[in-house]
T-cell receptor, first 115, second 112 residues
């Protein structure tokens, strides 16, 4: 069964350092999402891509976060510099507009701890 | 804006039925979803229901939707210890392939 891949699974970094997360969506899924899940909360959208274009990044803290999906397949989310409040699970999801119910399939996530 | 509310905790005995409730505010919601998250893992899609449906059954899972009251529930029959997890309700608004809005999740504990 096709899955969304993410790496690394865990990342510990010191504040002010740079970190990057990678996501490979299910093959053929044109829409890719990055969500952030703070402990005890539900996921919240950071950025949505349709192919290589950003559709919604209104909740992305653009002074320190950046996201790209250059070839419309895999994607990278970067934080520079990391702050203590960035500690969270970063989840990638993908969906296909050809599926009328638009189910989103999630990867295993990257657990970020900023010290 | 959109808001999804869930009770935070539910404890049931193994073999009993579990009912997890959710309320939402967006009347234009089209699809409503239930996801399961085990410790340290990503979200697993369990089931979904379209807003013109009242009920959907899938093996041990039954989803009930009361669109008038904007209330969604997930019933798990014959709850097993492997069902212990956090369950998230999520909605998606009308405009096609849009992001999901999640509740805070309900932690289900199954007592053997």
């Amino acid at each position: 069964e096709a899955e969304v891949a993410q790496s690394p699974r865990y990342k510990i970094t010191e504040k002010s350092q740079a970190v990057a997360f990678w996501c490979d969506p299910i093959s053929g899924h044109a829409t890719l999402y990055w969500y952030r899940q703070i402990l005890g909360q539900g996921p919240e959208l950071l950025v949505q891509f349709q192919d290589e274009s950003v559709v919604d990044d209104s909740q992305l803290p653009k002074d320190r976060f950046s996201a790209e999906r250059l070839k419309g397949v895999d994607s990278t989310l970067k934080i520079q510099p990391a702050e203590l409040g960035d500690s969270a699970m970063y989840l990638c999801a993908s969906s296909s507009p050809t599926i009328t119910s638009y189910e989103q399939y999630f990867g295993p996530g990257t657990r970020l701890t900023v010290t | 804006g959109e808001d999804v509310e869930q009770s935070l905790f539910l404890s049931v005995r193994e073999g009993d039925s579990s009912v997890i409730n959710c309320t939402y505010t967006d009347s234009s919601s089209t699809y409503l979803y239930w996801y399961k998250q085990e410790p340290g893992a990503g979200l697993q899609l369990l089931t979904y229901i379209f807003s013109n449906m009242d009920m959907k059954q899938d093996q041990r899972l039954t989803v009930l939707l009361n669109k008038k009251d904007k209330h969604l529930s997930l019933r798990i029959a014959d709850t097993q210890t492997g069902d212990s997890a956090i369950y998230f309700c999520a909605e998606r608004e009308w405009a096609g392939n849009t992001p999901l809005v999640f509740g805070k999740g309900t932690r289900l504990s199954v007592i053997a």
